[in-house]
């Protein structure tokens, strides 16, 4: 069992930055899959990035990709979400998730997230 929290998000204005973090319960984080989701407001809950258990592997959505950064530390059982450039479609509640599925995997399959954070609102103001 993983028990994930993410940190808290906030108000930023368009074009600002904001980091948000997660972390996980339990000695075997290390070995997982950790993924970032998001849901707007009346959407369904989208992809938004995902790094491979030792980092060597991270995925972004096409509307993230080159604003934002994902990265872990295996030895504090945290993700991080790095958010620079940030505009108000990117408004959502962000959650963060864990494929304890595929342990040391090279790779990330985006439906395999089978824990969940609670979720942490962003809002992005113009």
């Known amino acids: 069992q993983v028990q994930l929290v993410e940190s808290r998000g906030g108000l930023v204005q368009a074009g600002g930055s904001l980091r948000l973090s997660c972390a996980a319960s339990g000695r075997t984080f290390i070995a997982f899959a950790m993924g970032w989701f998001r849901q707007a407001p009346g959407k369904e809950r989208e992809f938004v990035s995902a790094?491979?258990?030792?980092?060597?592997?991270?995925y972004y959505s096409d509307s993230v990709k080159g604003r934002f950064t994902i990265s872990r530390d295996n030895a504090k059982n945290t993700v991080y979400l790095q958010m620079n450039s940030l505009r108000p479609e990117d408004t959502a509640v962000y959650y963060c998730?864990?494929?304890?599925?595929?342990?040391?995997?090279?790779?990330?399959?985006?439906?395999?997230?089978?824990?969940w954070g609670q979720g942490t609102q962003v809002t992005v103001s113009s």
């Open positions: 998730a864990a494929d304890g599925s595929h342990p040391f995997s090279n790779d990330v399959s985006l439906g395999s997230f089978d824990f």
């Open positions: 790094i491979t258990w030792n980092g060597g592997n991270t």
